[in-house]
């Protein structure tokens, strides 16, 4: 579901805002886009309503990112044991005018798969950037 509809609260905002400056500190050039989704039926018909998704673009495609945009997918679940709502996967998925070229998923052994790869150095990053959305998401279950 599109983060901007998601920040129904000021700890869920403020933490949607950490997830943002989170990937701008990997990636700088990125610019934040709180409604990937389109506001059509067959859109939300789509749309996971135990996620938070952000759009990344950047100026341009990159050699080093094999995409354009990158949209995130930060997915929950609400364990009625202690009442937390822990994240449980991070999805990154890489885009350009072609569609998808490669993603990233915390569930699929930490590996990007797809048509194309992105650096070394930026997947790196990206594995770092989906450490700390769990860490950023989880703490207080762990704490708990």
Not at 22 to 35: H, I, M, R, T
Not at 102 to 118: A, D
């Amino acid at each position: 579901m599109n983060a901007a509809e998601q920040a129904k609260n000021i700890e869920v905002a403020s933490k949607i805002a950490t997830v943002v400056n989170l990937f701008k500190s990997e990636f700088p050039d990125a610019k934040a886009d709180l409604k990937p989704w389109s506001n059509d039926p067959d859109t939300r018909e789509l749309v996971d309503p135990d996620s938070i998704d952000i759009g990344f673009h950047f100026p341009g495609w990159s050699p080093r990112f094999q995409c354009r945009s990158i949209l995130v997918q930060i997915r929950f679940y609400d364990d009625p044991l202690d009442g937390y709502r822990r994240a449980i996967g991070v999805e990154a998925v890489g885009f350009n005018h072609t569609g998808e070229q490669w993603r990233l998923s915390t569930v699929e052994n930490w590996r990007i798969l797809g048509k194309s790869q992105p650096a070394m150095e930026v997947t790196e990053q990206l594995k770092r950037f989906c450490s700390q959305v769990f860490e950023l998401f989880n703490c207080e279950a762990q704490a708990g």
